[in-house]
């Protein structure tokens, strides 16, 4: 079973910080993809990295996927109270089914 | 855009009853999925399907039954219901092409067992 370790689980700042969470796993996936969802809300795609080492930058939002393709992270600068959700990183292989993690629940205070 | 549409949103059902979770997406995607989300445990896949009469078990999918007989619909059936299915289910679809591709979720469909 490939599993994919998220951390931290839960994750309380003041608006305006810088944040880091992470998705690491002992297998390595051909693609790892980061969701974000809103209470009430399915989860909505924000990124899909496919390269080893790759960065991808969404405004204020940037990924990593890591060089051996087994982990990945998720920075946002300046978190503001529209980024709070839960953000979800999901890795495949090919166009197998996707694993989930368990997500980091992020709330920004205003 | 529609997108994926899941009915109902919230259902209540006592231990032992039975009841279909409906899903229909207007995108044209090959595959389509059910997920089930408890608190803290993340999604967890029921079944999947990558295609119309194509059916596959998930991770997790003793207690359900799936059908796919057309692309648009993906209904999720719950036979003699148990408080363990109590839990938030999503459906999603997506088009692979290459990789997994993305994929679009419905909003949810909230299940209560008592």
């Known amino acids: 079973t490939q599993l994919l370790e998220q951390s931290p689980q839960f994750l309380s700042i003041q608006e305006g910080e810088n944040l880091t969470v992470y998705c690491n796993s002992s297998?390595?996936?051909?693609?790892l993809q980061w969701y974000r969802q809103e209470p009430g809300e399915g989860p909505v795609l924000l990124v899909t990295?496919?390269?080893?080492?790759e960065v991808k930058k969404l405004k204020r939002l940037t990924f990593q996927f890591g060089d051996a393709r087994k982990d990945s992270s998720l920075h946002i600068t300046a978190a503001q109270p529209g980024d709070t959700g839960l953000y979800l990183c999901?890795?495949?292989?090919?166009?197998?089914?996707?694993?989930f993690g368990k997500g980091t629940k992020l709330t920004v205070n205003p | 855009n529609a997108g994926v549409t899941q009915t109902p949103k919230f259902r209540i059902l006592k231990i032992g009853q039975s009841m279909t979770l409906q899903c229909t997406q207007d995108?044209?995607?090959?595959?389509m999925y059910w997920y089930r989300q408890d608190p803290g445990m993340g999604l967890k896949l029921i079944y999947y399907?990558?295609?119309?009469?194509?059916?596959d078990k998930g991770e997790v999918p003793n207690g359900y039954n799936v059908s796919r007989s057309t692309t648009e619909d993906f209904p999720l059936r719950l036979e003699l219901a148990a408080p363990s299915q109590t839990s938030v289910y999503f459906c999603?679809?997506?088009?692979?092409?290459?990789?997994?591709?993305?994929?679009?979720f419905g909003e949810g469909s909230r299940l209560t067992v008592l």
């Open positions: 999901a890795g495949g292989r090919g166009s197998e089914k996707l694993v």
């Open positions: 990295v496919v390269t080893g080492g």
């Open positions: 399907s990558v295609g119309a009469g194509i059916t």
């Open positions: 999603a679809s997506s088009t692979p092409l290459g990789g997994p591709g993305e994929l679009f």
């Open positions: 297998s390595v996936f051909s693609s």
């Open positions: 995108m044209n995607h090959n595959y």
